[in-house]
Nanobody
Framework: QVQLVESGGGLVQPGGSLRLSCAAS????????MNWYRRAPGKERELVAT????????NYADSVKGRFTISRDNAKNTVYLQMNSLKPEDTAVYYC?????????WGQGTQVTVSS
């Protein structure tokens, strides 16, 4: 059974940092492309960052380039999202996803709130 469990969200002041984690199980993590999405209130879902399985190549939304870093630890079956210089507009529920051959699977999400 595929499971994706996000953690690390919370309340942070503008300019602060958070690191999100996503623990994966039930599939071959090391050969799976992983993504972070977010959905802000009243806005469409946004692909934030992607990390490929083989090369570890990364891609980012323009809105987070230079501030967010996606990484993975295949030994721990975990993908991370380091978020620095956070802005109020980064407030959203953040979701970890796995691109499996049967389709994309989603975690339950973790809330990130950036506010003073």
């Amino acid at each position: 059974q595929v499971q994706l469990v996000e953690s690390g969200g919370g309340l942070v002041q503008p300019g602060g940092s958070l690191r999100l984690s996503c623990a994966a199980s039930g599939f071959t993590f090391s050969s799976t492309t992983m993504n972070w999405y977010r959905r802000a209130p009243g806005k469409e879902r946004e692909l934030v960052a992607t990390i490929s399985s083989a090369s570890g190549r990364t891609n980012y939304a323009d809105s987070v380039k230079g501030r967010f870093t996606i990484s993975r630890d295949n030994a721990k079956n975990t993908v991370y999202l380091q978020m620095n210089s956070l802005k109020p507009e980064d407030t959203a529920v953040y979701y970890c996803t796995a691109d499996l051959w049967v389709g994309r699977r989603w975690g339950q999400g973790t809330q990130v709130t950036v506010s003073s």
